[in-house]
C-alpha cells in the first residue's frame, strides 16, 4: 500500500508558478509509475503529466512546455512546477502511482491515489 499526500497548492496570478509536492509513504515510490492529474469544477479528472520509475515522461498538450514533473525516489516525493499558469489551470490537483515501471495517461491505470490540493490562478 502507498500513501500519497499533495502539498504546495495556493492562490496565484495569471503568469505565476507554483510547485507541488506529492509525499510518498507506506512503501517506496521505487518501481512505480506516477502521474498528476486535474480537476476543475464541473469537468472529470484529466491527465496532466506522469513520469516512468526511470526517464521518461508524458505531458497533456495543454500543459507541454509550461509543467515538469519530477520525481526522487530517496525522498520518496513526486514534483511538479507550474510555469507560466494560467486560469484555465484551475483545478485541484491529484498525484497518483501505479506498481508498474511505466508511466500511463489513464486514471484507471493507476492504484494509489492522494486527496488533492487546490490551485487557482486568478485573471
Known amino acids: 500500500q502507498v500513501q500519497l499526500v499533495e502539498s504546495g497548492g495556493g492562490l496565484v496570478q495569471t503568469g505565476g508558478s507554483l510547485r507541488l509536492s506529492c509525499a510518498a509513504s507506506?512503501?517506496?515510490?521505487?518501481?512505480?509509475?506516477v502521474a498528476w492529474f486535474r480537476q476543475a469544477p464541473g469537468e472529470e479528472r484529466m491527465f496532466v503529466a506522469a513520469?516512468?520509475?526511470?526517464?521518461?515522461?508524458y505531458y497533456s498538450d495543454s500543459v507541454k512546455g509550461r509543467f515538469t514533473i519530477s520525481r526522487d525516489n530517496a525522498k520518496n516525493t513526486i514534483g511538479l512546477q507550474m510555469n507560466s499558469l494560467k486560469p484555465e489551470d484551475t483545478a485541484v490537483y491529484f498525484c497518483?502511482?501505479?506498481?508498474?515501471?511505466?508511466?500511463?495517461?489513464?486514471?484507471?491505470?493507476?492504484?494509489?491515489w492522494g486527496q488533492g490540493t487546490q490551485v487557482t490562478v486568478s485573471s
Open positions: 497518483a502511482a501505479r506498481p508498474w515501471h511505466s508511466a500511463a495517461r489513464l486514471q484507471d491505470d493507476y492504484d494509489y
Open positions: 507506506g512503501r517506496t515510490i521505487r518501481g512505480y509509475g
Open positions: 513520469h516512468s520509475d526511470g526517464i521518461i515522461t
